[in-house]
């Protein structure tokens, strides 16, 4: 399902990276390696996600949902909340339950999520409380593959690389606010929220996809 060095393979990864220059390592463990590329575009997708709740929820909150501005910026501040706690569910479950394997936690944590945007966008009668709710649940999801995209990468690329591919990795997550700013709102304007959920609920499958090939 997924492709996640083992110890044996990262070990052999090290120590041909000791025998070449820090450019070949970068060509052959970063920019030539295609899980790492499936790696950082499914970061491009998970921070579409995050900034577009960050940047946009208390607007969606009160045009969709019919919620006053003032309850809408404390049901957004839910999300980051419930956000710090996958953060802290996502090194747990990778070591205990997937042996030690991020982009399997990630994948069905992108899948969790999308889920979890389809059913706040098809409950527009929701009160407040289940909203919050479900805002908060899509931060506990979005927030696990963001903190463990920097561990899988850093394990793809081996040691040497490792900074690099990092890096790599999060020059697309901040490349997502093209997206995730301008793109939804272009959508919304032209085609109304539920363009827009339906949009996020692809990206989170596209993010899931990505991490089940990487």
């Known amino acids: 399902l997924t492709h996640t060095p083992g110890v044996h393979?990262?070990?052999l990864a090290d120590d041909a990276q000791d025998e070449m220059s820090y450019g070949q390592a970068l060509r052959?463990?970063?920019y030539s390696n295609p899980y790492m590329w499936l790696v950082t575009f499914a970061n491009f997708f998970v921070y579409t996600i995050r900034y577009s709740f960050l940047n946009w929820a208390p607007t969606f909150l009160t045009q969709s949902k019919g919620i006053q501005i003032t309850h809408a910026g404390w049901i957004t501040a839910g999300f980051e909340f419930a956000g710090m706690?996958?953060?802290?569910?996502?090194?747990?479950?990778?070591?205990?339950f997937f042996g030690g394997k991020p982009v399997r936690v990630a994948m069905f944590s992108s899948i969790a999520c999308g889920l979890t945007i389809l059913l706040f966008w098809h409950l527009p009668q929701s009160s407040e409380?289940?909203?919050?709710?479900l805002i908060a649940t899509v931060g506990f999801f979005i927030y696990i593959p963001q903190c463990l995209i920097g561990i899988a990468a850093a394990e793809l690329a081996a040691e040497r690389a490792a900074?690099?591919?990092?890096?790599?990795?999060?020059?697309?997550?901040?490349?997502?606010?093209i997206l995730s700013g301008f793109g939804l709102g272009y959508l919304v304007d032209h085609h109304?929220?539920?363009?827009?959920?339906?949009?996020?609920?692809?990206v989170a499958g596209a993010a899931a996809l990505c991490f089940a090939a990487a």
């Open 9 to 11: 393979e990262k070990t």
């Open 85 to 96: 706690t996958g953060a802290v569910f996502a090194g747990i479950a990778s070591d205990r």
């Open 192 to 202: 109304g929220w539920p363009a827009g959920f339906l949009a996020l609920t692809a």
């Open 28 to 30: 052959r463990y970063v």
């Open 163 to 177: 900074a690099a591919a990092v890096g790599l990795t999060g020059l697309f997550g901040y490349a997502s606010t």
């Open 129 to 133: 409380l289940v909203s919050a709710i």
